[in-house]
């Protein structure tokens, strides 16, 4: 598979629209199935973390005080990711964070994204949900460290990633498995998965 960006924020709330900020960043290069190279920094968000968000990622507010700025670990971010497509489990909520930052430096904030929960969805209907944290223990894929921080995230959607790939590439006999191909096929209705991927040429 080519080299791609896996990436994970964790912020202040759900919404930049609503003022809410990253306090960190992780980024997981991953090239052939294994990954090659990782981004990760805390950063200060310029507002109080709620308790609510601390309990869940464990990132209290003394964490971030002496913390880059957000802006400056963004130039960061972005200058590693480069040109590279990105990937995120839930990719909704980390795309928004990373184009409203990035918008904010007046950089350049399309990178295309693929999202691993949708395609698990699709590939792992079985599954008794489809959070990161499930699909890592379903499919057994190895994890390191709290759940919630960003790099521990960041790396197990590596691995679901590479995992998605393979199985696509053994169930369909689809190569290479692209990330255009793979935004495709989060995009296809599970009814119309196999239909899709029959027709397609062997050298997509």
């Known amino acids: 598979m ?43 968000p ?3 973390i709620p308790a609510f968000v601390t309990q869940l990622t464990g990132i209290t507010n003394d964490m ?13 971010a972005a200058r590693f990711v480069g040109p590279l497509p990105v990937v995120a489990h839930n990719a909704s909520f980390d795309r928004k964070f990373w184009v409203a930052e990035l918008q904010r430096l007046s950089l350049d904030a399309d990178s295309p994204f693929a999202c691993t929960m949708l395609l698990a969805r699709r590939l792992y209907p079985e599954s008794p949900n489809h959070q990161l944290g499930t699909l890592v223990r379903t499919l057994q894929l190895p994890q390191s460290g709290r ?33 255009a191909l793979l ?7 599970r009814a119309k998965l196999d239909l899709f991927l029959s027709q397609l040429d062997q050298t997509v």
């Open 183 to 189: 935004a495709r096929v989060q995009a296809t209705p």
């Open 46 to 48: 310029g507002r109080r």
């Open 64 to 76: 971030v005080a002496s913390a880059p700025k957000v802006a400056e670990v963004m130039r960061e």
């Open 147 to 179: 759940a919630h921080r960003a790099m521990v995230d960041a790396e197990m959607a590596s691995h679901l990633w590479c995992r998605i790939g393979a199985d696509l590439a053994r169930r369909y006999g689809v190569v290479p498995v692209s990330h």
């Open 2 to 44: 080519e080299r791609v960006a896996v990436l994970d924020f964790e912020t202040t709330g759900i919404s930049p629209s609503q003022g809410d900020r990253p306090t960190e960043i992780a980024i997981a290069v991953v090239e052939e199935g294994r990954i090659v190279d990782r981004f990760q920094s805390l950063m200060n």
